[in-house]
């Protein structure tokens, strides 16, 4: 099985987003012996944000690309070959102001592409393109977005749901660390977030 660790958070020890996700690695591990993973780590390696020549590049047709436009989307279609070869994809990130941080928007970015990763039908209808993939999203927030008064406020799930579905990843699976900087659940969002993932396997 061929594993896309996408780490993001910019604690790179103590994040628990970061430690909830290696332990989802190895219970996968210990599943698939022929586990093969690659680790796209945005906070030692942030992605570079779209411009204008990039995003003409896109809709440039692929037989009229220029030698500039080739190379303005090669790291776009790096990513996008990286997450077409894997089976299995864990997204492990912080909530930042009930979002995503812009490194992983950017990668959302550079992976959402249409005639690669989606199409349209000749009556208009969209078509994801990239198919039979399994998604665990692990997700720290400082706050418990998972029930009270803030479950409306988080941006993050439902971005990541629909954006995900819009290139036709639909079996996605969210592990919360809820709370991590809430003076009632900080001391057990880690522990309930491993517990979880223990329930998985």
């Known amino acids: 099985m061929k594993l896309l660790h996408i780490k993001v958070s910019p604690d790179l020890a103590g994040s628990a987003s970061r430690i909830a996700s290696a332990h989802l690695v190895e219970k996968l591990r210990a599943q698939h012996a022929d586990l093969e993973e690659t680790v796209l780590d945005l906070a030692q390696h942030p992605l ?11 809709f440039t047709q692929p037989d009229q690309r220029d030698k500039a436009q080739r190379a303005a989307i090669q790291t776009s279609e790096h990513l996008v070959d990286q997450l077409f070869a894997c089976d299995t994809l864990v997204i492990s990130s912080p909530m930042w102001n009930l979002g995503l941080p812009s490194v992983l928007k950017a990668w959302f970015d550079h992976i959402t592409r249409a005639g690669r990763t989606f199409a349209f039908t000749p009556d208009g209808c969209k078509v994801g393109l990239v198919n039979g993939k399994k998604v665990y999203s692990v997700v720290a927030s400082g706050s418990v977005f998972a029930h009270g008064p803030f479950v409306q406020d988080d941006q993050f799930t439902p971005y990541i749901r629909v954006a995900l579905e819009y290139i036709g990843i639909t079996d996605v699976e969210f592990i919360r660390v809820d709370g991590t900087h809430d003076p009632v659940s900080r001391a057990t969002a880690l522990p309930h977030a491993l517990q979880s993932i223990e329930r998985l396997f």
């Open 48 to 58: 570079p944000h779209l411009d204008a020549f990039t995003i003409g590049a896109f």
